[in-house]
């Protein structure tokens, strides 16, 4: 065991520190508008007030509630009143997009053929279809007028994950970049990449999602992984070199704005974690945010406003993965959310993946020096992880707590995180994380891996199964040279499919999680019902049925597909969007 000593300046915000809000505006982010009517809980997911449109100038609607707040001095508005306020004041949300039909869809992309089961062959043409549902395009007005809306003007048409996710978000779109790809809408994919590079040019960061609520928030960085896939299927340097620049200035944000030293012995170490300094509560989940926050100190509650921001920028919102109890152990409730007191596995193999993926695309270009430059970084990442990450008893990595300076033991799919990032030095060490895969207990269910083998009530936790971890953990095992760790990723891709495709008989619909057992169900807990479309569900469900096309079965187990179903499906999807 190392002796540790963190030593950044910027590891805890010192008590009285300024931080930021959300964002700017008095009425999506602070202030009394939002407090009111968030609090009167006037609509089933604090998301919509926040997705409202403004039907005014923000300094008229502003001085027209402080107006109406001096008929109730020293008291709330009155719903009925906030009511009214907002019927003058806002429009529903939704009037910022336009629907939009990708126009470089075609009905037979290539990879159909290689689906040599008949009822998955129609289903993966279903998905393919769905792309035309989830297109938007931000209307004209939102660029012309952006203090109208919360919504963030984009250049580009874009394909939303669906339900109450109206607007882009930032990981999800790697699986959906990923299905557009195999469904050959090459400058679809090109349009979203370009988003994200504008987005990186005004703001320094890719924000969690389209909204300004989210602009002081990013999420795991996969922006350099769209790339590298829109380079393989493309080929397009001059696109290369077109957006290189943002992916360091991302690159960059990351490394001062979201890491930690940590002093061993021998070395110090630089990690990243999710760290952002806001102290509000989230917008689109105020009244939860200031409800958990209830009876702690002022500093406490602005403490773990920052904790769940930060737990949202992780992608996994929310999760025992960030809990750390009075204790220094990993346990507790949502309450004892720590997520910047963690190092997590996940985002530092991102982080490897980048370094390796930003060394490459400059050798493509010929700049020599920034290859170099990059694999310094990736090569002392990877001594970082091993020293800190890695456990080689257990023979996994795991999440690193600041606090306590030990490493989360619990089983997490981002355990394996690494092994997909070939973010190791030494080839034993994945012979060692699939046998601790096998030994871990997320293999035991039906329908894919937990999330953890935790049940917490919240949604990235035990009975859940997300795409993008069943994705990430089966393309780490087929990476690899052993035939049984390439079995193992067949057999994973087989299971989920297969509850993809019982899901999708049932509920004539895809889900953004599923659970893990059962015959096909979508998954549940945390904020907000579940939600259907879905992006990354269909994109790593494409993938599987890519790559595993010759050998999956949809078996005998499962009822056949009527064709009316599938009309259903289309019914419910378009009263939906
Ligand atoms: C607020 O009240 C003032 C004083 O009565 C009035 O002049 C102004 O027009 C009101 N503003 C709005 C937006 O209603
Ligand atoms: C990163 O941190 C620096 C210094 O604290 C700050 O000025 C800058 O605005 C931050 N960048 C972003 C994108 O938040
Ligand atoms: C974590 O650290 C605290 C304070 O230093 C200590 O009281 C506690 O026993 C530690 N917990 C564990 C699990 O090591
Ligand atoms: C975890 O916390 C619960 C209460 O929140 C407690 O009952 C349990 O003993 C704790 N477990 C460990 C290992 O500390």
């Given amino acids: 065991m190392h002796c540790l000593i963190v030593i950044s300046s910027t590891l805890l915000?010192?008590?009285?520190?300024?931080?930021?809000?959300?964002?700017?505006?008095?009425i999506y982010c602070t202030g009394e508008v939002l407090r009111q009517v968030q609090m009167a809980k006037l609509f089933d997911d604090d998301k919509y007030f926040v997705d409202m449109t403004l039907t005014t100038a923000p300094e008229v609607v502003l001085e027209a509630f402080t107006n109406l707040s001096s008929v109730f001095p020293d008291k709330a508005v009155p719903s009925l009143e906030l009511k009214k306020f907002l019927q003058t004041y806002f429009k529903e949300p939704g009037n910022e997009f336009e629907r939009w039909t990708p126009t470089d869809w075609h009905s037979k992309p290539n990879f159909l053929s290689k689906v040599s089961d008949s009822k998955y062959r129609s289903w993966a043409e279903e998905l393919h279809s769905l792309w035309k549902s989830l297109g938007r395009k931000i209307r004209d007005d939102v660029r012309d007028h952006p203090e109208l809306y919360s919504q963030i003007y984009t250049p580009h048409p874009v394909v939303v994950p669906g339900g109450r996710f109206r607007e882009l978000y930032y990981w999800d779109s790697y699986w959906v970049i990923n299905g557009l790809l195999l469904?050959?809408?090459?400058?679809?994919?090109?349009?979203?990449?370009?988003?994200?590079?504008?987005?990186?040019?005004?703001?320094?960061?890719?924000?969690?999602?389209?909204?300004?609520?989210?602009e002081r928030r990013s999420q795991p960085p996969f922006l350099p992984l769209m790339v590298e896939r829109f380079y393989e299927a493309t080929g397009d340097k001059d696109f290369l070199r077109q957006v290189l620049p943002a992916l360091e200035r991302e690159y960059s944000f990351w490394m001062q704005n979201r890491s930690v030293d940590v002093v061993t012995s021998e070395l110090t170490h630089i990690l990243n974690r999710y760290n952002v300094p806001v102290d509000h509560p989230r917008p689109e989940s105020y009244s939860d945010d200031v409800e958990l926050a209830e009876g702690l100190s002022t500093e406490a509650q602005k403490q773990l406003w920052m904790d769940l921001t930060s737990g949202a920028e992780s992608g996994w919102d929310f999760s025992s993965r960030w809990f750390i109890d009075d204790t220094g152990r990993n346990n507790g409730s949502l309450r004892d959310t720590q997520t910047s007191s963690i190092l997590p596995a996940d985002l530092n193999a991102i982080m490897c993946r980048n370094e390796r993926l930003l060394a490459s695309f400059h050798r493509s270009l010929g700049n020599e020096e920034k290859a170099l430059k990059y694999e310094k970084a990736l090569s002392a990442r990877i001594k970082a992880v091993e020293s800190l990450l890695w456990d080689a008893e257990k023979g996994a990595w795991f999440d690193y707590n600041l606090v306590n300076k030990t490493r989360h033991l619990s089983f997490y799919p981002s355990n394996l995180a690494p092994l997909w990032a070939q973010c190791y030095s030494k080839s034993e060490m994945s012979d060692q994380a699939v046998q601790y895969l096998r030994d871990s207990g997320g293999l035991d269910y039906p329908n894919g891996i937990p999330t953890s083998l935790s049940d917490s009530g919240q949604q990235w936790d035990m009975p859940n199964t997300w795409p993008p971890l069943q994705h990430i953990i089966i393309e780490g095992l087929s990476g690899l040279h052993s035939a049984h760790a390439q079995e193992?990723?067949?057999?994973?891709?087989?299971?989920?499919?297969?509850?993809?495709?019982?899901?999708?008989?049932?509920?004539?619909?895809?889900?953004?999680k599923y659970d893990v057992s059962g015959d096909g169900k979508p998954g549940g807990g945390g904020e907000y019902e579940v939600q259907l479309g879905f992006g990354w569900t269909n994109g790593v469900a494409l993938q599987l049925l890519d790559q595993y096309g010759d050998r999956l079965s949809s078996g005998g187990r499962v009822p056949v597909c009527s064709s009316a179903l599938i009309g259903l499906v289309y019914a419910v999807l378009k009263s939906l969007f």
């Fill in 488 to 512: 193992l990723a067949f057999s994973l891709a087989q299971r989920w499919i297969q509850t993809n495709w019982r899901a999708f008989i049932k509920y004539e619909a895809m889900f953004e």
């Fill in 183 to 214: 469904s050959e809408m090459t400058e679809t994919a090109r349009g979203m990449i370009l988003n994200f590079v504008y987005l990186v040019e005004r703001y320094g960061i890719v924000p969690n999602g389209g909204r300004v609520y989210y």
């Fill in 13 to 26: 915000f010192s008590s009285g520190d300024a931080l930021l809000a959300p964002c700017d505006s008095q």
